[in-house]
């Protein structure tokens, strides 16, 4: 099967027929770049999901694809087959200028008096999230944070409360998601790209009912905030911008966030001795264990390490395309416009001539000591970088430290013995099973 032959003299193989390598993959993305690394050196092409990749690997190339001084490559073709048709316009969805107007406006929503705004939310959210948790004791820790993820972004993202309204949105937003990774893409009514489609119109009525009701108001929420955006230059959003963008957003936020604390509650309960250090440090703050107010954030220095190797070894966005928009040169080849691009932050964070033990979970690697991550600045990017580097970035930090902070102070939690998770990486890491843990309050545990 593996007929290899130089592209545009490149070296690479196109798998099987149709499916190329997607099948392979899915299975396991890192098996399949360390064989073809082997085979052909970090810049590769081979077919999958229906087009025909060039991979370039390594930090060097993750740096100059994101940083695009030459402004080669196109976002928007990159992602587009996968997230166009159920999240048009979003803004990873743009490029050059257009992007950049539309991200200058986006910002607004991301300034200091709004992520504080957002924190009091985060944390009353969360606090009656986990209090649910408490009857529950053992769980999917999966499931039980992508719905506690989505109760939260009612609030915090559209200035919701918890209903029947709310359960509708999250319902239509969900399918709307799970549609983006559906293998059949065209929306046959009973497929979940169908369901997906059905999600999108929802919303967008939604959304486009609200907005000249949101215009003008005070609210803290982002939708609102986003609605009442405005530019340095004095630029706003059309209405249907909004829509696109709110939908887009809790998009990039949801299962984003879902994987990424899957994993580190997956490690922190292997790792018990990370743990512990943690809720130390959460305990020496001296506050109330259900409320971490913005101005401590920074003092989770722990938590910040942890999370940071959680991203580091299960990056949730695990490869990113673009499109060429010009002829260039990398590597000593020179490649076509029209070609389709992808960097990999999985196959960097385990590169081990960046991390030492790159498969162990090692958070002090993140220290002043060890400072790993400072050795070639793009060789941890579970955020991307340049233009359209993560603008929910700082929130992301955020959410998982007022969670971990509350869920830390008030629980306990462990693996059975000799459990090992199998997760799946693409196209988002999640633990195949969703991940059975036991929570304690610590009460009880003590
Ligand atoms: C652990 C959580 C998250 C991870 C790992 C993550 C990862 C990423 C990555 C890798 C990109 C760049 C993709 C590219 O260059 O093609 C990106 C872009 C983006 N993210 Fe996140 N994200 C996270 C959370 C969030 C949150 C919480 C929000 C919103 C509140 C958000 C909103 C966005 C938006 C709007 C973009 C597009 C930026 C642009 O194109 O200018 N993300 N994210």
Redesign the pocket.
């Known amino acids: 099967m593996a007929r290899s032959y130089r592209k545009n003299g490149v070296p690479g193989e196109p798998g099987w027929p149709v499916f190329g390598k997607s099948l392979a993959l899915l299975r396991n993305p890192a098996k399949v770049s360390h064989e073809m690394v082997s085979k052909y050196g970090q810049v590769y092409w081979s077919n999958a999901f229906g087009r025909t990749n060039v991979s370039m690997l390594g930090p060097d190339a993750n740096e100059f694809v ?1 940083m695009d001084r030459e402004r080669n490559f196109s ?1 928007a073709g ?2 587009n087959p996968l997230l166009g048709l159920l999240f048009p316009n ?5 490029d050059f200028d257009d ?1 950049r107007a ?2 200058r406006i ?1 910002q607004v929503a ?1 300034k200091q008096p709004a992520m504080q705004n957002y924190v009091a939310k985060l944390n009353e959210g969360i606090r009656q999230g986990l209090d649910r948790w408490r009857e529950k004791g053992d769980f999917r820790f999966y499931e039980a944070i992508k719905q506690l993820t989505l109760n939260t972004a009612a609030s915090v ?1 559209l200035g919701m409360p918890l209903g029947k309204e709310a359960d509708r949105i999250n319902q239509a937003f969900f399918d709307s998601v799970q549609a983006a990774v559906a293998v059949i893409r065209t929306p046959i009514p009973g497929t979940k790209m169908w369901r997906g489609v059905q999600g999108r119109k929802y919303l967008e009525q939604f959304f486009r009912e609200q907005v000249p009701l949101r215009r003008g108001t005070a609210g803290t929420d ?1 939708f609102t905030l986003l609605c009442n955006a405005v530019d340095e230059e004095g630029n706003t959003y059309t209405d249907s911008d909004i829509v696109d ?1 709110m939908d ?3 998009m ?3 299962d ?2 879902t ?3 899957t994993t580190l509650i997956y490690e922190l309960c292997r790792h018990p001795e990370w743990q512990d250090a943690a809720r130390r440090e959460c305990a020496a703050l001296n506050l109330p264990p259900d409320n971490l107010p913005y101005e401590h954030l920074a003092e989770l220095q722990i938590i910040e390490w942890c ?1 940071k190797e959680a ?1 580091r070894m299960n ?3 695990p490869s ?3 499109t060429a928009v010009r002829e260039f040169q990398f590597g000593g080849y020179t490649i076509p416009a029209g070609t389709t691009v992808n960097i990999s ?1 999985g196959y960097t964070h385990k590169m081990p001539e960046l991390w030492e033990n790159p498969q162990n979970f090692e958070p002090d690697r993140f220290s002043e000591q060890r400072a790993e991550d400072r050795k070639h600045k793009f060789a941890w ?13 700082h ?2 930090y955020m ?2 430290k007022v969670f971990m902070y509350q869920l830390l102070l008030n629980y306990e939690f462990h693996l059975d013995d000799g459990y090992e998770a199998d997760f799946q990486i693409m196209p988002i890491p999640k633990p195949k099973d969703g991940l059975p843990i036991h929570l304690r309050p610590l009460e009880e545990a003590a």
Not at 90 to 94: A, D, N, P, Q, V
Not at 383 to 390: P, R, S, V, Y
């Open positions: 994101l976002s990159g992602w979003g803004l990873m969805l743009r992007h539309h991200r986006m991301f993202f982002m963008h887009f957003l809790m990039a936020a949801h984003t966030l994987s990424s604390i999370f991203l990056p949730p966005v990113i395309p673009r932050p990017v579970p955020f991307g970088g340049g233009a359209h580097m993560c603008i929910g970035l929130f992301a959410q998982t």
